[in-house]
T-cell receptor
């Protein structure tokens, strides 16, 4: 089954404690991205990757890091989480990122930073 | 700056009561407009892509239309299982790589 898998689904952590949210896709897609979703603001892009070793900032990259060492994996790293990073996070992939094609989303990771 | 707004914010319908959701957008050259459905606690699920003004697409009780400034998602004779948040997103031609700009969504409730 074609899917994007995120882990964990739920995470509660404390301010300043580094964490990683994993994302993996099994569709051989070139393009992957991370979004956060907040009430009233919609989905906002954090980082994206056009291919292995190629990453770039989206609209809200501050406080986040990513890496793309393999085509299928695109982890999101919070080096020093803060309460304003409490949000619902989604990883997405699509075949090329060149536009015109649908994105496939993971099930989401609900992060709470206290 | 590319922007997407959606109205209404929330909509309650009786089963069988048809209605429309609105998506207004400003974008520097539209590559595509997308509609997604999102159920509580889940990721968005693709519904439609529209590429040019005048285009229409249908799927079961849903029909999406596109003009140069707006898109409408028409829901005909909705059922309770159509309850979800409907998201609209645009891709701009010159925003290479940054992919979608999403609207805040319309939360639809269909009562039996």
């Amino acid at each position: 089954e074609a899917q994007v898998t995120q882990n964990p689904r739920y995470l509660i952590t404390v301010t300043g404690k580094k964490l990683t949210v994993t994302c993996s896709q099994n569709m051989n897609h070139e393009y992957m991205s991370w979004y956060r979703q907040d009430p009233g603001l919609g989905l906002r892009q954090i980082y994206y990757s056009m291919n292995v070793e190629v990453t770039d900032k989206g609209d809200v990259p501050e406080g986040y890091k990513v890496s793309r060492k393999e085509k299928r994996n695109f982890p999101l790293i919070l080096e020093s989480p803060s309460p304003n990073q409490t949000s619902l996070y989604f990883c997405a992939s699509d075949p090329t990122g060149e536009g015109g094609t649908e994105a496939f989303f993971g099930q989401g990771t609900r992060l709470t930073v206290v | 700056e590319d922007q997407v707004t959606q109205s209404p914010e929330a909509l309650r319908l009786q089963e069988g009561e048809s209605s429309s959701l609105n998506c207004s957008y400003t974008v520097s050259g539209l590559r595509g407009l997308f509609w997604y459905r999102q159920d509580p606690g889940k990721g968005p699920e693709f519904l439609f892509t529209l590429y040019s003004a005048g285009e229409e697409k249908e799927k079961e009780r849903l029909k999406a239309t596109l003009t140069k400034k707006e898109s409408f998602l028409h829901i005909t004779a909705p059922k309770p299982e159509d309850s979800a948040t409907y998201l609209c997103a645009v891709q701009a031609r010159d925003n290479y790589g940054q992919n979608f700009v999403f609207g805040p969504g319309t939360r639809l409730s269909v009562l039996p």
